[in-house]
């Protein structure tokens, strides 16, 4: 996909000056950066470690979400934490498994940290640093290691004693193997948790003490400056990172209108919009969705989508709208509000869809089915994604 | 005969008073002219259907030779686009009672983070109906309020399993009456955005029972919408199900529930690669479920369970999270002791019913006053009132690893020779100190038969690791 390319060359581009790659090349560990505006949040730099250590290439592995490295031995909770982190904007150390390309499994410590920009306050970038967990200090859940240790002989004696009869001579022989049998039926023999070391926990640390420092100081020279804890409070129209890859998940083509701030303007405009516009980004978030209309625009019709945010309803209008370019199409439009966890108002939302295109997409919902799913989905995001009282400690 | 009485949440625009409901069958005469789904209005009847994929083997994320292609990250799934988009289309048509997302919510700060909504409109006030509350199995009762009387447009889609293995989706299939299918419909009275309902084979009219067909389809459905915040739960009667029809419940709620972050210790993975642990440090006891070398052997392996717990009468609530890939199963007997009024009036007062949702740690308030206090110790008492003794837990917990044992010995094949008696309620191993309480049914002091060991017997190995487990647990103490 040339867009979502381009858009990964720009994630840094727009950041730091050109050398920060090769510095970041320089850094011996094993890591990755992700950008959280980009429909999919995906990898948008993987470290020489990164892939001498997993054994993907990097052509594999940008542009691509981390869950390609879980597996089926992954813990799922682990999993979950580190969703939440992402969603609450935090870092987190984990103890995870992960797997090779080759398909086999490994167990690392996972340290992920953010970096904000300096001015505005938003996540720009996670970065997550792997350490190979080498010590093979595991631990069986249930505190007892069965086969090796005493422990195990002195468990057969006190459940055989209790025993008094009838007990199958080659049973005691059996038992271990029984024991053994941790319905392991794939074949890999890897623990079912693990604890990274206190020197890994400090090589992860200094990664990711490296690795801030070099994008600090890269983005210095572009005057967009970052670090690695939010400096300031994001301002008005504030659309938090998860928030943005939960819009991002969404396919059609829409905005978000926040009709708190002065001249009701954008605040979000997905990918599809864009495409639909011919715009770029920056050219219309924060903008009022005026810029669409043109001469020959009904003025009834705008009047109709007034009403209908003045008095909080949903509404379905055809517009006639232009693009970047001055040409027009006519625009099935549908707008519905959009409240957060208070219950009250927070966005409307616009979803468009040019007429004469397609009515059924692949799998055969209509395309009115199509609009009010994107409203649907709008609407569990945000309703969700507002209603922490801030991030839960656990 | 325990009873208490409530005052059940209207599911269904159609929903009424049993007694109401049976004069008006006296009156009816053909087509009830509600367009329900019953066989007065059901012929030639229409709904969209959408087939899932049987994928028996979870969609792993790369294959162990080389990987599959995968967008970066999956786009909304279609069955996720169809729910919501059918969903907000209800709304738009004014089915629900009221506007979910116009109830305040907010996560209660914490170490679980509880979440809390205020909510006035989701209970009615009308006469309260008697309702049963002491056996978890009760035979389908047609002149009370049961799915085949929803009208058609709270029906959002069929969901069937797809003949060819491929996704398929028919915006409008006539309903096979003669092979009912299972259905997808609103709940009215929402909890949250996209709140529905799932019935399995709606016009068989099964009572509110699990089997591993069921399960199954839930489980494929949880697998299907592919998304972490789309859970399924399902309440056992007794454990606050409303109604004594077959189904499952499910909406969106895009952040974790307090008990998907429990930590859990493992007890045993089975023969099937099914691993279940036991929820740790949560006000609720209850076993969690993952893995399993395909969908259909951690199917099978929870439903042994429930089925198990049906049958002793024990109430009980499962939650389908991540997914499909963890489920949660907790034994209850809330009911019973509110029947037998050893429920505090200060906890009764907020009416809150634990049911899954409630377990799971997302609460429903009617009142202001409840609203504004709640907090997580609150919460926590609430929950604690639900949750089996620790004594009692055990024992079910028992009772539930024999009949999984069993279930998997029955589908492992290898099983070889006979299991002496094993008991399955627990006598005190007196003989043994390390074993106090937690006794082990298979290694019973004092029965003339024991265990005879044969490594070739799942049923065996099962029953040997639970008990190992049980073991080390009284050792650590």
New interface residues.
């Given amino acids: 996909m040339d867009s979502?390319l381009g858009l990964i060359e720009q994630s840094f581009n727009n950041r730091y000056t050109l050398w920060v790659h090769e510095a970041l090349d320089e850094l011996p560990d094993s890591f990755t950066i992700t950008d959280p505006s980009i429909?999919?949040?995906?990898i948008v730099f993987a470290s020489r470690g990164f892939l001498k250590m997993s054994g993907f290439s990097r052509a594999?592995i940008i542009?691509?979400?981390g869950?390609?490295?879980?597996?089926?031995r992954t813990n799922?909770?682990t999993i979950?934490?580190i969703?939440?982190a992402i969603r609450e904007e935090r870092p987190i150390e984990v103890n995870l498994l992960n797997?090779k390309?080759?398909?086999t499994p490994f167990w690392m410590l996972f340290k992920m940290s953010l970096v904000f920009g300096k001015e505005d306050g938003r996540a720009t970038h996670f970065v997550a640093v792997q350490v190979p967990i080498v010590s093979r200090k595991h631990m069986r859940?249930?505190?007892?290691s069965?086969s090796e240790d005493g422990g195990g002989s002195r468990?057969r004696e006190?459940?055989f004693?209790?025993?008094?009869?009838?007990?199958?001579s080659d049973?005691l022989l059996?038992?271990d193997?029984?024991?053994a049998?941790?319905?392991?039926?794939t074949g890999l023999e890897i623990e079912?948790s693990c604890e990274a070391s206190d020197l890994e926990k400090r090589k992860a640390a200094t990664a990711i003490d490296n690795i801030l420092s070099v994008l600090t100081h890269y983005s210095q020279l572009t005057g967009r400056l970052v670090c690695g804890k939010r400096c300031s409070l994001p301002g008005m129209g504030f659309i938090s990172s998860s928030l943005y890859?939960?819009l991002?998940?969404?396919?059609q083509s829409f905005v978000l209108i926040d009709p708190h701030l002065p001249d009701m303007p954008m605040v979000y405009a997905s990918d599809a919009f864009l495409k639909l516009t011919g715009y770029d980004r920056n050219e219309v978030v924060g903008q009022n969705c005026r810029f669409l209309n043109g001469v020959d625009t009904d003025t009834t019709v705008l009047y109709q989508i007034k009403e209908s945010i003045r008095t909080e309803q949903?509404c379905t209008v055809r517009i006639l709208n232009y693009r970047k370019d001055k040409s027009s199409f006519w625009n099935l439009l549908h707008i519905?509000p959009?409240?957060n966890?208070?219950?009250k108002i927070a966005y409307f939302a616009a979803v468009h869809t040019e007429e004469g295109c397609r009515n059924q997409d692949r799998?055969?919902?209509?395309l009115?089915?199509?609009?009010?799913?994107a409203?649907?989905?709008i609407?569990?995001?945000v309703?969700?994604?507002s209603?922490?009282?801030?991030p839960?400690?656990? | 005969m325990l009873r208490i009485k409530r005052v059940p949440t209207v599911v269904s625009n159609y929903q009424k008073e049993e007694t109401e409901e049976a004069a008006a069958a006296a009156r009816r005469v053909s087509g009830c002219g509600r367009n329900c789904l019953n066989k007065c209005c059901i012929q030639g009847a229409k709904l969209p259907l959408y087939a899932f994929k049987r994928v028996n083997k979870f969609k792993t994320e790369m294959g162990v030779h080389g990987h599959e292609v995968r967008e970066p990250e999956p786009p909304v799934a279609f069955l996720d686009s169809l729910v919501l988009g059918e969903w907000e289309d209800r709304v738009q048509r004014g089915l629900f009672r009221y506007d979910v997302t116009a109830c305040e919510t907010r996560v209660i700060p914490g170490q679980y983070g509880f979440i809390a909504q205020l909510n006035e409109g989701r209970h009615l006030k009308k006469r309260p109906t008697e309702f049963r509350v002491d056996k978890v199995l009760q035979p389908f009762d047609g002149n009370k309020f049961n799915f085949t009387k929803v009208g058609q447009e709270e029906v959002l889609f069929q969901f069937e399993a797809s003949e060819d293995g491929e996704v398929q989706f028919h915006p409008s299939a006539p309903i096979d009456v003669e092979n009912s299918p299972s259905v997808v419909a609103i709940n009215v009275s929402p909890i949250e955005y996209g709140h529905v309902l799932l019935i399995p084979r709606v016009l068989e009219c099964l009572p509110q029972r699990i089997d591993r067909d069921s399960f199954l389809l839930a489980l494929y459905m949880a697998a299907e919408a592919g998304n972490p915040y789309f859970r399924l739960g399902y309440n056992s009667l007794g454990a606050f199900a409303t109604i004594n029809h077959l189904h499952f419940q499910a909406y969106y709620m895009a952040l974790p529930f307090p008990i998907e972050k429990a930590p859990t210790k493992k007890i045993i993975s089975t023969g099937s690669g099914v691993k279940i642990s036991e929820l740790l440090n949560y006000p609720v006891r209850g076993l969690v479920f993952e893995g399993g070398n395909s969908l259909e052997d951690l199917s099978n392996t929870v439903s042994d369970a429930c089925i198990c717990l049906q049958e002793n009468n024990i109430p009980y609530n499962v939650l389908i999270a991540d997914c499909g890939k963890r489920i949660f199963l907790l034994p209850q007997c809330y009911a019973e002791k509110q029947a037998l009024g050893e429920v505090s009036s200060e906890l009764l007062d907020t009416q809150v019913n634990p049911a899954v949702w409630e377990i799971s740690g997302h609460m429903v308030l009617k009142r202001k006053k409840d609203y504004e206090e709640a907090s997580e110790e609150n919460a926590w008492r609430l929950l604690a009132e639900v949750s089996l003794s620790e004594e009692r837990y055990q024992e079910v917990n028992a009772l539930i690893f024999e009949a999984i044992a069993r279930g998997d010995d029955a589908n492992g094949g290898v099983a070889e020779s006979v299991i002496g008696e094993a008991d399955a309620k627990p006598k005190s191993g007196g003989e043994v100190d390390a074993i106090n309480k937690n006794s082990c049914p298979a290694m019973v002091s004092g029965t003339p038969e024991c265990l005879v060991l044969h490594s070739g017997s799942r049923y065996c190995g099962l029953m040997i690791r639970y008990c190992f487990y049980k073991l080390a647990s009284a050792m650590t103490y």
């Avoid at chain 1, 429909?39 to 995906?42: Q, R, T, Y």
């Fill in positions: 979502q429909s999919g949040h995906p594999e542009g691509r979400n869950r390609m490295f879980q597996g089926p799922r909770r979950m934490e969703r939440e797997y390309k080759d398909g859940n249930s505190g007892m069965y468990l006190i459940v004693g209790s025993c008094r009869r009838e007990v199958c049973s059996d038992l193997r029984v024991l049998l941790d319905s392991d039926d079912d890859i939960s991002g998940r969404i396919k949903a519905s959009i409240r966890a208070s219950g799998h055969g919902l209509s009115e089915m199509r609009q009010l799913s409203i649907g989905a609407k569990v995001a309703r969700s994604l209603m922490g009282a801030g839960s400690k656990s």
